[in-house]
């Protein structure tokens, strides 16, 4: 089977991004796979399998290789006796903006490109952890309480404290804070501020359990992942999300009731059909008194979430064979036509 990665972006995330990717390579060894990496100026290149090293984007050795085009059904590198085109499907694991904003989704759907991620409705939707909650409230999912703050509402925050500061479009814990007091609360607003407009206040509490469950949608039917429970402190800073980027070994399964595991399941399918038909997702749930609470969307999960897959490169295939078609309209001019014979023209 042959697809591309496609990687990199201009966002904060744009180094995690490489990290998943070359992550996914070792993991699709089965696969005939290209490497397709967008600069933070939204330049693409083809990038050489064994320059795979993160420290070919370090280097800005990346810029040495040949350029690639968007075209309508793939990419082309263009040369002075010609072009060639990668008309292969794409794994979008371009973390962040750019990747889970809707962006990339969209620049592939108007160049038909057949690609795995969320579409530009889902990426919308998931990028942005206020219109999340929205979202899944609107479904029967269940989500903690929250405030939605910017800079001229800082100093309305009525969560009693312990409560977790976070930027609303960021992944990878980036910006996050736990504020315990009032000494606390300045510098955790100034941090995440640097990172969004938008920041979330909710409620941080102690020993909550934690399950993290990914999947898809494939030929009408689900295919879950293991439910991981991750081992933290408090909660996952950076530095721990950044390693879990590179896994590739296969978690261990969490100790739970097949009674909850169903019920994450039901809540993950809630959330996962049909709005994210086409991408493999990850959903992190809070356990709370046997309820359970959508924490957040991972619409691009780091490295795909290989680790939670017994058959990672299997769930891929399987994806590939059944990704969503957009519908091909055909422009006939009629109504033109109909108007200028009327008018004799």
Not at 50 to 72: C, D, I, V, W, Y
Not at 77 to 100: A, C, T, W, Y
Not at 184 to 207: K, M, N, Q, R, W
Not at 252 to 258: G, K, L
Request: some cysteine.
């Amino acid at each position: 089977m042959k697809c591309a990665l496609l990687f990199g972006g201009a966002s904060y995330e744009h180094e995690i991004s490489i990290v998943s990717a070359i992550t996914v390579k070792g993991k699709l060894s089965r696969f005939e796979l290209s490497y397709i990496f967008c600069d933070q100026d939204h330049t693409f290149y083809l990038i050489e399998a064994s320059k795979m090293k993160a420290t070919t984007f370090s280097r800005g050795e990346h810029r040495k290789m040949p350029q690639l085009f968007m075209t309508n059904g793939g990419f082309e590198q263009r040369g002075l006796f010609g072009s060639k085109k990668f008309d292969m499907p794409v794994i979008n694991i371009i973390h962040g903006g750019d990747g889970e904003d809707g962006s990339i989704a969209a620049m592939l759907d108007f160049y038909s490109i057949p690609f795995i991620g969320p579409r530009k409705e889902a990426s919308m939707l998931s990028f942005d952890k206020h219109y999340t909650k929205w979202m899944a409230n609107s479904l029967g999912v269940k989500i903690l309480p929250f405030e939605a703050i910017t800079q001229t509402s800082r100093n309305d925050i009525k969560t009693a404290y312990p409560f977790i500061v976070k930027p609303a479009r960021l992944g990878s814990s980036i910006g996050v804070s736990v504020v315990q007091d009032v000494s606390e609360l300045e510098y955790a607003l100034d941090v995440a501020f640097e990172f969004d407009t938008v920041l979330l206040i909710e409620p941080f509490i102690s020993g909550v359990k934690e399950y993290n469950l990914a999947g898809f949608s494939a030929r009408g039917e689900m295919t879950y992942s293991i439910v991981e429970e991750p081992q933290k402190a408090e909660f996952l800073d950076f530095e721990k999300k950044y390693l879990d980027f590179s896994r590739s070994s296969t978690v261990a399964e969490a100790p739970i009731s097949q009674e909850l595991v169903q019920q994450l399941k039901t809540a993950f399918k809630v959330i996962y059909s049909p709005l994210f038909e086409g991408a493999i997702i990850r959903c992190d749930f809070f356990v709370i008194d046997d309820e359970v609470y959508l924490n957040e969307v991972n619409p691009i999960p780091g490295s795909m979430a290989n680790y939670l897959f017994e058959d990672f490169q299997g769930a891929v295939n399987k994806l590939l064979g059944s990704l969503p078609t957009k519908k091909e309209i055909r422009i006939q001019y009629d109504y033109i036509h109909s108007i200028s014979s009327a008018k004799g023209k």
